[in-house]
C-alpha cells in the first residue's frame, strides 16, 4: 500500500512540475508577443501599417516548409513578387531557404517608404495573391539603415577597361549608372559638371542623360554621348580626371562602353 501511494505521489509530483513548466513556458511566450509584438501567425505588421514612416522599408514574412513545398512556394511567390514589381514605390524582393536541413523560408521586400507598401496592398490582385501562399508564422516592418548603415564601396574599374580604342571612326558612348540609393540628386548633378568640363573638349558631338521609367531598374541613369572617335573620348575622360575638381558621387558605380553604329 505504501509503495502504491509513493508511486502516486511521484507521479503526481512529477504532472505539476510538467504542468508548470508548461505554464511558465506559455507565460513566457506571451509576456515575449507582448513586449514585441512579433506573434507567430500574427500580421503585426498590418498595425504597423498605421504608423508614420518616410524611410525605406524592409518587409519581412517567415514561412515554415519543407522540400516538397518550397517549390510550390516559390512558384505562389513569383507570381505575387512580380505583380508587387509594378507598383510605383518597389525596389527589390527576395524568397531565401534556410541554411542546411531547416525548413523557414524568409520573404523580403523593399520598399522606398511605407506609403508605397500600404498603396501595393491595396490591390484586390496583390492580396488574392497572397492569400495562395502559406500561413505565415510571423512578419514584421523595419525602417532601412536608420540605427547604423554601412554599403561596401565598389570600384569602378577603368574605362579603358572596356572598350577597343583601335577604332577611329566616330562612336556612341554608352553608360549605364547604378546609382546609390537617396543619391539621384546628387548623382544628376555630378553629370552636369561632367558634360560641362567634356563638352569643351576636342572630339566631343553631343550627350543626353536618360532616366528609368521604371523606380526598381538597376540602372537608373543612362547616358548617351557622340565622340569623334575613341581617342577623342580617352583623352578628354583622363584630362576630366586630373582637372574636373568635382568628386564622384559615392557609390555610383558606371557601366561603360564604346558602340558604332551597324544598323540604320
Given amino acids: 500500500m505504501t509503495t502504491n501511494v509513493k508511486r502516486a505521489t511521484n507521479f503526481l509530483n512529477g504532472y505539476l512540475s ?117 500561413k505565415i508564422q510571423f512578419e514584421h516592418l523595419f525602417n532601412v539603415g536608420t540605427l547604423a548603415n554601412y554599403q561596401g564601396k565598389t570600384e569602378a574599374k577603368p574605362m579603358e577597361l572596356y572598350m577597343d580604342t583601335t577604332n577611329s571612326q566616330g562612336v556612341t558612348l554608352i553608360n549605364s549608372f547604378e546609382v546609390p540609393i537617396g543619391k539621384l540628386e546628387e548623382s544628376i548633378k555630378y553629370w552636369e559638371a561632367c558634360r560641362d568640363f567634356l563638352e569643351n573638349e576636342p572630339g566631343y558631338i553631343s550627350t543626353k542623360l536618360h532616366r528609368s521609367i521604371k523606380d526598381n531598374a538597376k540602372f537608373q541613369l543612362v547616358n548617351v554621348a557622340i565622340w569623334e572617335s575613341p581617342q577623342a573620348f580617352m583623352k578628354a575622360s583622363k584630362r576630366m580626371g586630373e582637372e574636373l575638381g568635382v568628386p564622384p558621387t559615392e557609390g555610383l558605380i558606371p557601366n561603360a562602353s564604346l558602340y558604332s553604329v551597324i544598323r540604320n
Fill in 18 to 134: 510538467f504542468a508548470t513548466s508548461r505554464i511558465i513556458g506559455l507565460l513566457f511566450v506571451m509576456i515575449f508577443i507582448t513586449v514585441t509584438g512579433c506573434a507567430p501567425q500574427h500580421h503585426h505588421a498590418f498595425k504597423q501599417f498605421n504608423t508614420e514612416s518616410r524611410d525605406e522599408i524592409i518587409s519581412i514574412q517567415g514561412y515554415v516548409a519543407d522540400s516538397s513545398d518550397a517549390k510550390e512556394l516559390g512558384e505562389a511567390w513569383n507570381l505575387l513578387i512580380a505583380e508587387m514589381s509594378k507598383k510605383p514605390g518597389f525596389v527589390s524582393g527576395y524568397l531565401s531557404e534556410g541554411v542546411g536541413d531547416s525548413k523557414l523560408v524568409l520573404a523580403h521586400s523593399t520598399w522606398e517608404n511605407l506609403e508605397s507598401l500600404r498603396n501595393a496592398f491595396s490591390d484586390k490582385k496583390i492580396l488574392e495573391l497572397e492569400s495562395k501562399l502559406p
